[in-house]
């Protein structure tokens, strides 16, 4: 599965706290990645923030694999966790392909 996770920074995060754990915080997010894990890390450029997609079994084992990160760990962030899947409303522009080899058939009895 597919997930989309946002950061978000605590009410009680510190700067300081934050750029202690931060190296350690890039080199759990590159096991990860290379775990294939993570397989896309952003910075946001609205405003300072990570965005990740993951690959996870489902959104709570991706959950738990955040938990490991130092910045999750020692409450500085958060993750919203969003589950992605296929875009379906593609789907419709495959419709009257399916009907078509169906309605010749029926045409050509």
Do not use: H
């Amino acid at each position: 599965m597919k997930i989309l996770a946002i950061d978000k920074v605590r009410d009680k995060a510190t700067p300081e706290r934050i750029r202690e754990l931060f190296l350690k915080e890039i080199s759990q997010c590159v096991r990860l990645y290379l775990a294939d894990v993570v397989r896309e890390m952003y910075f946001r450029q609205d405003r300072s923030g990570t965005v990740l997609v993951l690959e996870a079994p489902s959104v709570d084992d991706a959950r738990a694999m955040l938990r490991e990160l130092p910045l999750v760990r020692e409450k500085q962030v958060e993750f919203d966790l969003i589950p992605l899947g296929p875009y379906v409303p593609l789907g419709l522009l495959l419709q009257d392909e399916e009907e078509t080899p169906a309605q010749a058939t029926v045409s050509a009895n």
